[in-house]
């Protein structure tokens, strides 16, 4: 993970509180992507998902995917839409632009969470690991609507090819 990027974690009371900073692109998402699977497979109890993007500056459409399969984990496990606060102007329009308003509730407000949070480094994937997340993070990206389908159906096509 590049210095300009960060991944922080906390479960308070039963609340899964991921906190994203810096440059987010998916040459470092492979800390968030095996703690959306981490979180969402063990037995961490996790009745809340809470997601603060205030200290992001830039985000890719691999890890707006990752926050797709964030949403879409929380649905299977009937859990209440997740919340993610972002202040950012240029991110919430690429948010809102992905439709993450249907699958988030969207808060434009700074948090004031003050959790011992821990940092997750970056997971070694092989450059296939990394491909299918990719593929992953966009083919949930496709499933929000068909808007999104438009746009990213031919990335999914060709990653599945490539990864055959």
Do not use: W
Request: aromatic letters at 8%; glycine letters at 4%.
């Amino acid at each position: 993970m590049s210095e300009s990027s960060q991944i922080l974690f906390a479960n308070i009371d039963n609340c899964c509180y991921f906190k994203l900073c810096g440059e987010l692109r998916y040459t470092n998402a492979t800390g968030m992507d095996d703690l959306i699977e981490r979180v969402f497979s063990a037995p961490i109890q996790c009745d809340q998902v809470v997601i603060d993007l205030n200290q992001a500056i830039f985000i890719d459409s691999t890890y707006v995917g990752l926050l797709a399969s964030l949403a879409r984990y929380c649905q299977q496990q009937h859990l209440a839409k997740p919340t993610l606060f972002s202040t950012q102007n240029e991110i919430n329009e690429l948010l809102f632009s992905l439709c993450l308003d249907q699958a988030f509730q969207i808060v434009q407000q700074p948090t004031n969470v003050t959790a011992d949070m821990t940092s997750i480094g970056a997971q070694h994937y092989s450059e296939q690991e990394q491909g299918q997340m990719i593929l992953r993070a966009h083919q949930a990206l496709i499933d929000l609507n068909d808007k999104n389908k438009a746009e990213f159906q031919p990335l999914v096509t060709l990653l599945q090819q490539q990864l055959k």
